[in-house]
């Protein structure tokens, strides 16, 4: 197994900037990510509301609620 001596640094999705950046370009505070492209990293936020979403359901399934 080889490692790739320069690894993609992945798409980020800055949060107060709300714009897509590649690499680390912004405190780690302000981004969501890495995501493995730049589309992607665009529904961030989408993305993080689904999974929140999915988490309260499976807490109130759970709780039997």
Do not use: C
């Not at 493995?36 to 109130?60: F, M, Q, S, V």
């Amino acid at each position: 197994m080889t490692r790739d001596p320069e690894p993609d640094p992945g798409w980020y999705y800055n949060t107060r900037t709300h714009e897509v950046e590649h690499g680390d370009l912004s405190r780690s505070v302000d981004r969501l990510g890495p995501y493995p492209d730049e589309a992607t990293a665009r529904r961030a936020l989408e993305i993080a509301r689904g999974r929140t979403e999915a988490a309260d359901r499976a807490d109130r399934d759970w709780d039997g609620g």
